[in-house]
C-alpha cells in the first residue's frame, strides 16, 4: 500500500526545495560577482 | 575418534558450507575486478569493492560479522565509516578540493541545470513506490539518480542500510556507464542545430570570488537545507583548502592521501554487504532498472530545461550542458564535450559543462538533505 500522501509531500517539498535553493544560491552568487566587479572597478579608477 | 576429530576439521573450513549463492557472487566480484582491469570503469572503486564481494562470500570468515560480541575487521570498517556517516562526508572534503567551481561562478544560471537534472531522483522515488518499496527505500534509490556515489550511500546508509550494497553498486556502476546512457538521451531530445550551438568563453572568476564561494554556499545551504551540511560542509571546507591558496597542504591532503584511504574504506566496506543470503533476490534487480531509469531521467530533465532556457536567452545556450548535471564529476561534462564535437568540430562546451556538472553535486546533497528531513 503506497502512502501517497507522505510520497507526494517528499516530491512537492523535495524537488521544488532542491531549485529554490539553487536558485537562491545562483542569486547570491549573481550578486556578490556584480558587487566584487565594481569594487574592483572602482579601486582600478581610483 | 579419528575420524570425528577429522569432520570436525573439514566442517571448520569453509569449503563445505559454499553454496551456489557463493559462487554466483564470486563472479559478481571477479566481473567488478575485470570491468576495472580491463575497462578501466571506476577502478578505484571497483577493485576494492569486487574484492570486498569476493572475500565476504567465502564462508565463515569472520569479516562481517561479530564474534565473541566484538565486530570483526570489516564490519569495524563499516560501522565506524557508513552507519557512523564518517567516510562519505570525508570523500566530499576531497572532491571538494579537487573542484573548480569557476565555470560555475561564471555561469551561474547552471545552477538550475543542476537542480532540473535532479528530475531522476524523484521519477525513480515514484518508480520505487509502484515497485513496492516503502517510502524511506524509494527515497534511497531515487538518489542514485543523482549519480553521486558518496551522496547515495550516505543516505542509504541513514534511510535503508540494508539496501546499501545495490544502491552503491547501482550508483556507481551507472556512473561508470554514463558515456553509454546518456548520449543517446541527448541525441534524442535535441537537433543538429542546437548540438551546434557555440558558446560565448567563460569570463575569467577572481580569487576573490573563488574564496566566497565556499562560504556563502555553506551559507545557504545549511541554513536552507540543514540536513545536507555534513556533506556540503565537507565539500565546501575542501574547496576552501584549494582556494585561499594558503593551506596547500591540507589541500593536497583531501585531494589525494585522505581521499584514497577513505576509498578503501569504503570500497572494501560496501562490497562486503553484498552477502549471497541478502543479496541474490529480486530487489537488487529492481533496483539496477530503477538506477537506469533514474540516470536517464536526470539526463532528460538537465537538456530539456537547457533547451527551455533558450527560449528567452539572446545568447543561446547548448542544450547539450545539461545532461551534465548529473553530478558524474567530470565525466558527464565530457561527454557533453563530446556530443557536442560529434556535431560541431570546432565546439568546447567542456567548461561551460563543468557548471551544471558541479552544480548536480550541490543539487543530490541538497536533494538528499531534503529527503532526510521530510522521512526522518
Redesign the interface.
Known amino acids: 500500500m503506497?502512502?501517497w500522501s507522505?510520497?507526494l509531500?517528499?516530491?512537492a517539498?523535495?524537488?521544488s526545495?532542491?531549485?529554490?535553493?539553487?536558485?537562491?544560491?545562483?542569486?547570491?552568487?549573481?550578486i556578490?560577482?556584480y558587487v566584487?566587479a565594481k569594487l574592483?572597478k572602482g579601486n582600478e579608477d581610483t | 575418534m579419528e575420524v570425528s576429530f577429522f569432520n570436525t576439521i573439514i566442517l571448520k573450513t569453509g569449503f563445505v558450507h559454499v553454496y551456489w549463492g557463493h559462487v554466483v557472487m564470486w563472479a559478481i566480484g571477479f566481473a567488478f575486478i575485470y570491468l576495472a582491469v580491463k575497462k578501466d570503469f571506476e577502478p578505484l572503486l571497483l577493485v576494492p569493492i569486487g574484492f570486498g564481494i569476493f572475500i565476504v562470500n567465502l564462508p565463515i570468515t569472520p569479516l562481517m560479522g561479530i564474534s565473541e560480541g566484538k565486530r570483526e575487521l570489516i564490519n569495524i570498517f563499516y560501522h565506524y565509516g557508513l552507519e557512523w556517516e564518517v567516510i562519505p562526508p570525508l570523500i566530499f572534503l576531497g572532491v571538494g578540493a579537487l573542484t573548480d567551481f569557476g565555470p560555475?561562478?561564471a555561469n551561474?544560471?547552471t545552477?538550475?541545470l543542476?537542480?532540473?537534472a535532479?528530475?531522476g531522483?524523484?521519477v525513480t522515488?515514484?518508480g520505487a513506490?509502484?515497485l513496492g518499496f516503502g517510502?524511506k527505500e524509494?527515497?534511497s534509490i531515487g538518489i542514485i539518480g543523482g549519480a553521486d556515489g558518496p551522496t547515495t550511500i550516505y543516505l542509504t546508509a541513514k534511510l535503508a542500510p540494508h539496501l546499501l550494497g545495490p544502491n552503491a553498486i547501482a550508483a556507481y556502476s551507472y556512473m561508470a556507464m554514463v558515456p553509454l546512457i546518456q548520449p543517446p538521451i541527448m541525441r534524442l531530445l535535441t537537433t543538429k542545430e542546437e548540438r551546434m550551438i557555440v558558446m560565448k568563453q567563460l569570463r575569467p572568476?577572481?580569487k576573490?570570488?573563488k574564496v566566497?564561494?565556499p562560504l556563502?554556499?555553506t551559507a545557504?545551504?545549511c541554513l536552507?537545507?540543514p540536513d545536507s551540511a555534513p556533506l556540503m560542509a565537507m565539500l565546501m571546507l575542501g574547496n576552501l583548502f584549494r582556494e585561499c591558496g594558503v593551506v596547500e597542504r591540507l589541500a593536497k591532503t583531501s585531494q589525494n592521501e585522505l581521499l584514497n584511504i577513505v576509498t578503501i574504506f569504503l570500497g572494501i566496506s560496501v562490497g562486503a554487504t553484498m552477502k549471497a543470503e541478502g543479496f541474490l533476490h529480486w530487489q537488487p534487480i529492481y533496483i539496477f532498472f530503477l538506477g537506469l531509469v533514474a540516470f536517464g531521467f536526470s539526463t532528460i530533465g538537465g537538456v530539456l530545461l537547457a533547451k527551455f532556457f533558450n527560449l528567452f536567452l539572446k545568447e543561446k545556450i547548448n542544450p547539450l550542458i545539461g545532461s551534465a548535471g548529473v553530478s558524474a564529476v567530470p565525466m558527464a561534462a565530457r561527454v557533453s564535450q563530446k556530443v557536442g564535437q560529434q556535431a560541431n568540430p570546432r565546439n568546447f562546451l567542456l567548461m561551460h559543462a563543468m557548471g551544471p556538472n558541479v552544480?548536480g553535486v550541490?543539487?543530490t546533497a541538497?536533494?538528499a538533505g531534503?529527503?532526510l528531513s521530510?522521512?526522518r
Open positions: 503506497i502512502d507522505a510520497a509531500k517528499v516530491f517539498f523535495g524537488f526545495g532542491v531549485f529554490i535553493t539553487l536558485a537562491l544560491l545562483m542569486l547570491a552568487i549573481t556578490s560577482g566584487i574592483s | 560555475l561562478i551561474p544560471k545552477f538550475l543542476g537542480a532540473a535532479q528530475f531522483v524523484y522515488f515514484f513506490l509502484f517510502v524509494a527515497a572568476v577572481s576573490l570570488e566566497l564561494f556563502i554556499g545557504i545551504i536552507l537545507v552544480a550541490i543539487g541538497t536533494a531534503l529527503f521530510i522521512l
